[in-house]
């Protein structure tokens, strides 16, 4: 006779069990959601942005310098070298002179100079050779004695050369490693770029339009008239670069940073300006931004770590920044410090 049993309950013990699983797992996807970061403005990413922007250009600015003081100091550091193998010449001629006269002196040297004299078939003749041969011996001392300080202080300035050189090359180490953050931080916001919606970037491209206008065509640069021909022969240089790429350390002919492209246009009017925005803050007369006229180079933020030309009626013609083109901007939309005529 078959067994009938009723189905087994599940025990008090087990519905606590689950219940209380089920409140974890809710528990859990709560803090999860609130864990997951929230989809950031077009606002906020274009702040942080601009942000690694100016990090950047500080940072390609400080390698540029380094870069150029690095140059200066290789040539000092040749020119000294170049020396230092002249009078080292100069000195081991010297010291074969030097050496034939002491092996002269030796070989007569034995015998007593008195009795020299009172055996000497002329001794009008040996007065002579000996005054000559002291004379001698005093003028090659001296200028022994000449060539070796000049040497030690060739060697101390060749040292000191290549202190300041292996001290540039460290600044230079620090410096890529300063540029490689930045990269990251760059690498980081294409990301936060790329996680933004369709219409999100739509917007965030037109405000970067908004900044600039792209192609002569566009841009009223006034009637002003550059303060010199060498300022209208850069103007126009920089032009024929407009939409020209921006990239950290180049200085033309096909893209630029910042101060690469105002010492690229200066140089095609025959005018050398030094190569970083810092040092051409200091390259002529500085200006209020009412005295700027086209040609003129144009100084922004606290630190100067940024530089482009004015090109008349309030507009800029500049190189901005990293995934930009050469561009007129106008020049409110940076904090400006002062205007530089070359």
């Known amino acids: 006779m078959a067994s009938h049993r009723r189905p087994k309950q599940t025990s008090r013990a087990r519905v606590t069990v689950l219940t209380a699983t089920a409140a974890a797992a809710v528990a859990i996807s709560a803090q999860a959601a609130q ?5 950031q403005s077009v606002k906020s990413v274009k702040a942080k942005v601009d942000a690694l922007y100016e990090q950047t250009e500080q940072a390609t600015e400080k390698l540029n310098g380094a870069t150029e003081k690095q140059e200066r100091l290789q040539k000092q550091v040749e020119d000294i070298q170049d020396e230092v193998a002249r009078q080292q010449s ?10 034939t006269l002491a092996s002269a002196q030796y070989r007569s040297g034995g015998i007593d100079p008195t009795l020299q004299l009172f055996l000497s078939a002329d001794p009008d003749s040996y007065l002579d050779k000996a005054s000559t041969l002291e004379a001698l011996s005093t003028k090659q001392a001296e200028a022994l004695q000449q060539i070796a300080e000049k040497k030690r202080t060739l060697d101390q300035q060749k040292a000191e050369a290549a202190s300041k050189l292996s001290e540039l090359d460290r600044t230079r180490t620090e410096l890529g490693k300063k540029k490689r953050e930045v990269q990251g931080k760059l690498a980081e916001t294409r990301t936060l770029l790329n996680s933004l919606t369709a219409a999100q970037r739509t917007s965030l491209a037109a405000a970067e339009d908004a900044r600039s206008s792209r192609g002569n065509e ?9 303060a010199s021909g060498r300022a209208a022969a850069a103007l126009a240089a920089a032009q024929s670069k407009i939409n020209s790429p921006y990239v950290f350390t180049h200085a033309g002919p096909d893209s630029f940073d910042c101060s690469g492209l105002t010492s690229w246009a200066y140089a095609q009017a025959d005018v050398r300006i030094p190569r970083t925005s810092q040092d051409q803050a200091n390259a002529g007369t500085r200006l209020s931004m009412s005295q700027l006229m086209p040609g003129d180079l144009v100084l922004f933020y606290g630190d100067l770590h940024h530089v482009g030309l004015y090109a008349g009626n309030g507009m800029v013609l500049h190189a901005p920044h990293s995934g930009a083109l050469v561009r007129y901007e106008s020049i409110n939309n940076m904090p400006f410090q002062f205007g530089v005529r070359i």
């Open 218 to 226: 566009r841009v009223d640069l006034g009637n002003d008239t550059p």
């Open 90 to 99: 100069d000195l081991n001629d010297l010291q074969d002179e030097l050496g």
């Open 35 to 39: 864990a997951a970061p929230a989809k």
